[in-house]
């Protein structure tokens, strides 16, 4: 049986996600401080919920793979603040608070899954779709400026002549300022998307689309990350976003196949 400070904790960490992502998309400290102050409320009453539940002996138990799970999202998210506490950490809670949110959103499906169903559907699954077409896009324009890249970066190592095409540097960039602006719509996507399946009958965490998804967000986030705070540049960090691309595709196919079959 979920409480409501349940509800309010996963509420919250889905605020902090947002905040971070926009973090993401401008890289302002101070979305990073309100993003930041949203997860230590989370985490308060994240720890609230999880002490009245036991406290009451209500199901599942402490041993249980859903409790368990629970609270070691909690435990990630008190271990980002207290490690933000001594150096700088902001680009991990971009990747960290969407994980911890669809953690919990999907320990409490079972039981959220019915509130879910009364819940505005009408408006996550356009906000669903609208976030993954914009992601795609993005998506898009990083996964041609990296073959660019391929192909220029082949003839010059092969030929050494550059063909007619805008320079390595150039391409680079395009690719990864596309892939950081798309990322933020890609995992609201996923966020919503985990909702979405949780409370629509015949869809399913487990299956091979969204494994695809999730996939190729964390292949985006390690190449972002990495990016950002340890400056990787070159053919490999460009292969990356050429890799994670094909998980995108898969759900392109997916839905376009379903919507074919639909009409």
């Known amino acids: 049986m979920l409480?409501?400070?349940?509800?309010?904790?996963?509420?919250?960490?889905?605020?902090?996600?947002?905040?971070?992502?926009?973090?993401?998309?401008?890289?302002?400290?101070?979305?990073?401080?309100?993003?930041?102050?949203?997860?230590?409320?989370?985490?308060a009453m994240h720890l609230a919920a999880i002490g009245w539940h036991h406290y009451n002996g209500l199901p599942p138990p402490i041993l249980h793979p859903y409790s368990l799970l629970n609270l070691g999202a909690f435990v990630i998210a008190l271990a980002f603040l207290v490690a933000s506490a001594f150096t700088?950490?902001?680009?991990?809670?971009?990747?960290?608070?969407?994980?911890?949110?669809?953690?919990?959103?999907?320990?409490?499906?079972?039981?959220?899954?019915?509130?879910?169903?009364?819940?505005?559907?009408r408006f996550i699954t356009p906000v669903h779709i609208g976030c993954s077409v914009i992601a795609f896009i993005g998506f898009t324009v990083a996964f041609v400026a990296g073959?660019?890249?391929?192909?220029?970066?082949?003839?010059?190592?092969?030929?050494?002549?550059?063909?007619?095409?805008?320079?390595?540097?150039?391409?680079?960039g395009l690719a990864f300022r596309s892939v950081v602006l798309a990322f933020p719509f890609y995992t609201l996507g996923v966020v919503l998307g985990t909702i979405w399946a949780i409370s629509i009958p015949g869809a399913s965490l487990d299956s091979p689309q969204y494994m695809a998804g999730v996939i190729s967000w964390w292949l985006y986030a390690v190449a972002i990350y990495g990016y950002i705070s340890f400056g990787w540049r070159g053919r490999r960090a460009v292969a990356l976003l050429v890799a994670a691309y094909a998980g995108i595709a898969v759900l392109v196919l997916f839905y376009g196949l379903k919507l074919w079959r639909g009409m």
Do not use: C, H
């Open 147 to 172: 073959v660019l890249y391929a192909i220029q970066d082949f003839s010059i190592k092969v030929r050494r002549k550059p063909m007619a095409l805008p320079a390595l540097n150039s391409l680079e």
């Open 3 to 43: 409480s409501l400070l349940t509800y309010i904790a996963i509420l919250l960490y889905g605020l902090s996600t947002i905040m971070w992502l926009i973090y993401l998309a401008t890289l302002k400290k101070p979305m990073a401080r309100v993003a930041k102050g949203l997860l230590v409320i989370a985490v």
């Open 88 to 121: 700088d950490l902001d680009i991990v809670g971009v990747f960290i608070t969407p994980v911890i949110t669809v953690i919990l959103l999907t320990t409490v499906s079972e039981e959220a899954a019915p509130a879910l169903k009364a819940a505005p559907m």
